[in-house]
């Protein structure tokens, strides 16, 4: 395990679980049903990572992005093929936020939202560049 574990609340934590699942082919490892169908915990395995989440309890003070009307948050993940899991990622109904580009830090980028709220940048590392690269790939990127 991780020494940091992302923990979502969402509302709709087991049509989450199942996005997570067709999205980033997410593996199951634990669910714990709550009251009246809910699922009161759930840990799930992407890549070489744990991702915990639980459904919104707003007695119990979770709210999930959706009741919040958005996160400060974003889950960034990297993979093998940007471009493909993205488009996975997409399919399965996230939405684009920032579509994939070549950013200036030496990766292959991109943003989603998906239906519960979460951000999600995906990346694939492309080149390594010194610190010193990637002021002067910064410096030179067009003021907006």
């Known amino acids: 395990m991780h020494t940091i574990t992302p923990h979502l609340v969402c509302k ?3 049509d989450a679980i199942a996005f997570y699942i067709k999205a980033f ?4 490892h634990t669910r714990l049903p709550g009251p009246g169908g809910t699922v009161m915990h759930a840990m799930l395995g992407i890549g070489d990572s744990t991702l915990m989440l639980a459904e919104e309890f707003e007695n119990c003070g979770n709210h999930s ?4 009307k958005g996160s400060p948050v974003t889950l960034h993940l990297y ?12 399919d399965a109904g996230a939405k684009v936020i920032m579509p994939v580009t070549d950013m200036f ?3 292959r980028y991109g943003q989603v ?3 519960f709220g979460h951000r ?3 990346a694939t590392h492309t080149r390594d560049l010194s610190p010193e690269q990637i002021r002067e790939a910064m410096a030179a990127m067009p003021q907006q």
């Open 120 to 122: 999600w940048s995906l």
């Open 79 to 90: 993979v093998n093929d940007v471009d493909a899991a993205f488009a996975q990622v997409v």
């Open 25 to 28: 082919n997410a593996v199951e």
């Open 65 to 68: 992005p959706l009741t919040l």
């Open 12 to 14: 709709g934590a087991a």
């Open 113 to 115: 939202e998906d239906p």
């Open 105 to 107: 830090w030496g990766d």
